[in-house]
């Protein structure tokens, strides 16, 4: 379980395809304090730490997060947003976030507003009922607020200082973000389809 509030980027060093799946390198601030089996939040994706080695960790992805996931499109000198999962005790500063991503969004919009910034994304459909205005998201793992929110698409507004550490800035037009929804919501979504009327 994470929170959405990013710890450091991490920069991918090597990329490799094993089978279906790939395995990727990180290096970051972060990796020689992990452990081995350690779970770590990628750019809002669960990942289990394989290997550390110096300033780097190794972690692979399967097929099933490929699919959901922009993990496929990561090359080298890419930057991850990394997260540590919550430890019991701790203040939730974002939203509870799984790490399970739901699916991608695409940027559509991307607006600096007087120190501000403001995005403008387009998803499937299918998951309208989780979105809603002033609600919760998660994008690349980070806990961020919906408004303007359509059928198809929302907005999010981003302060100077998670643009700065984060990798929201270099999200451009035209490029595909993770989007885990609100966990509330995708259990009351599912209680409301399994007992209509009731």
Not at 11 to 23: D, L, R
Not at 67 to 96: A, P
Not at 104 to 121: I, M, Q, R
Request: overall charge neutral.
């Amino acid at each position: 379980m994470f929170t959405g509030i990013i710890e450091t980027l991490g920069a991918v060093k090597e990329v490799t395809g094993i089978g279906s799946n790939k395995t990727f390198w990180i290096e970051s601030a972060l990796s020689a304090e992990l452990k081995i089996d350690q779970s770590l939040s990628h750019d809002g994706v669960c990942l289990t730490v394989e290997e550390i080695m110096g300033n780097s960790h190794r972690v692979t992805a399967i097929r099933e997060t490929l699919e959901k996931s922009n993990l496929g499109q990561w090359k080298t000198g890419d930057l991850v947003n990394l997260e540590r999962s919550l430890r019991l005790g701790s203040f939730v500063d974002g939203h509870l976030v799984q790490g399970h991503v739901d699916t991608t969004a695409d940027c559509t919009e991307k607006k600096e507003k007087n120190g501000s910034w403001e995005y403008g994304f387009k998803f499937p459909k299918e998951f309208a009922a989780l979105v809603i205005e002033k609600g919760s998201i998660c994008i690349n793992g980070i806990s961020l607020t919906l408004f303007d929110v359509r059928k198809k698409s929302f907005k999010v507004a981003i302060i100077p200082y998670t643009y700065e550490h984060t990798n929201i800035k270099a999200v451009k037009v035209g490029d595909t973000v993770n989007i885990e929804f609100d966990l509330i919501g995708k259990y009351v979504l599912r209680y409301q389809k399994n007992n209509p009327g009731g």
